[in-house]
């Protein structure tokens, strides 16, 4: 059968019995990013007002007496409702939808719809698939191409259908009618138990769909076409926002803009300019920055070099810099009998850093620096160069260092 959200997509509330109550268990993600199990319970009602999910369309949520359900799933002719207190069979239950997700997905959903039987319409392009998404929703199209132009042709049609205020009606069909070979779908889910139910735009299109709609393309509202991007085996996928995700998008882009404009002391119309402009001087601040760090090296390198301490273990220590500072310094140096340890990033936290001398002992003494700054390198012919995540133990490393110099000198 049709749940009561399928034969009536506005209802926001009403009132059933519940028919089981099972222990379950739900996978999720925590706010941590890591995947959780939750103990609960799979409920069973009579009917239901909350839409499993299907059809490339979420799942709805909602409460069931003021328990709330954290996910709905079909399971041939029912659903079952997570929560994680029991409900007990038999029990009369009033159902209420959390109407703000509903009403986002009958837009999304009878926006795809629409998009489709006009990409179709309009220029044979046909949809292999979709995706309502939390931020946007997309239409996988069996082209490897589509153009600009079809774009905004697709867009400037599904708008003025949307202004026409085309009724959609919702009707079912027995799986036996021989009007269900007619209808576009792309098949019926293997555990279908029931009538079919068809969308129809009217004069647009008529598709197979379990999901939730609009009765009227004016709740639309409007759909704005984000642009295409390349999709799998010679795919395209079509990004859209249908009703409040527009408005909301507008807000938010309207947000951007105002700030823009404090921040670049001109108007919205100037801001591309304005940016290309700060991105040039600042690869040029960049390019001169680049150019000092060098000089700074060579200068550093040969001050090293001339220093009465050159010898046996050299340290140095700068906030900034990167690995080509260092290496411009051990490449002036050309230190092939001294062991130099360079670092550059903070003092006591994370940073870069890099040995040079003889190969033999920076082969065996490089993985043990890194080790005790907490980091990872590699090397070769004679350098050693990682990242590491305590720069505070840098005295340690001199002291290694230094131990491994005596140690030689004994031997010798």
Not at 132 to 143: C, F, K, P, Q, T
Not at 171 to 179: I, M, Q, T, V
Not at 212 to 232: A, P, Y
Not at 253 to 271: F, I, Q, R, V, Y
């Amino acid at each position: 059968m049709a749940f009561r959200c399928q034969r009536d997509s506005y209802a926001r509330e009403f009132t059933t019995t519940v028919v089981s109550c099972s222990p379950a268990e739900l996978q999720t993600e925590g706010s941590n990013g890591k995947k959780e199990v939750l103990s609960g319970f799979h409920v069973v009602l009579e009917d239901t007002l909350l839409f499993p999910e299907g059809g490339g369309q979420p799942d709805d949520r909602g409460t069931i007496n003021d328990i709330s359900v954290l996910r709905v799933t079909r399971r041939g002719a029912q659903a079952d409702h997570f929560t994680q207190t029991p409900l007990a069979p038999g029990t009369e239950v009033q159902v209420r939808v959390d109407w703000e997700r509903r009403f986002d997905h009958m837009q999304q959903h009878s926006g795809q719809h629409l998009i489709t039987a006009v990409a179709d319409h309009l220029f044979g392009l046909k949809t292999t698939s979709w995706e309502l998404g939390r931020a946007r929703s997309v239409i996988e199209l069996d082209s490897p191409s589509v153009t600009a132009e079809q774009v905004a042709a697709i867009e400037q049609s599904v708008n003025e259908k949307i202004r026409a205020r085309l009724p959609v009606n919702v009707r079912e069909l027995s799986l036996d009618d021989p009007e269900v070979e007619q209808v576009r779908g792309r098949g019926l889910p293997d555990d279908h138990a029931g009538p079919v139910r068809v969308v129809t735009i009217e004069s647009v299109d008529v598709n197979m769909c379990c999901g939730t709609h609009v009765s009227n393309l004016s709740d639309l509202q409007v759909i704005k076409i984000l642009g295409t991007e390349k999709g799998k085996k010679n795919k395209t996928n079509l990004a859209f926002l249908a009703g409040n995700r527009v408005l909301k998008w507008m807000e938010r882009s309207h947000g951007s803009e105002k700030a823009l404009t404090a921040l670049l002391k001109c108007g919205a119309e100037d801001h591309v300019e304005a940016v290309k402009k700060l991105q040039n001087s600042t690869k040029l601040l960049q390019k001169n920055n680049l150019n000092l760090l060098r000089d700074l090296a060579v200068h550093v390198a040969h001050s090293l070099r001339n220093s009465p301490d050159w010898g046996g273990v050299v340290t140095l220590h700068r906030k900034e810099g990167d690995s080509e500072f260092m290496n411009i310094i051990a490449n002036e140096i050309g230190s092939e009998e001294t062991l130099l340890f360079l670092t550059v990033g903070d003092e006591k936290g994370a940073g870069l850093f890099l040995l040079a001398g003889p190969a033999e002992a920076v082969e065996t003494l490089g993985p043990r620096v890194a080790e005790v700054l907490e980091g990872k390198g590699a090397g070769k012919k004679g350098r050693f160069q990682g990242k590491a995540t305590r720069m505070s133990r840098r005295g340690e490393v001199q002291a290694l260092l230094q131990d491994y110099i005596s140690t030689q000198s004994a031997e010798e």
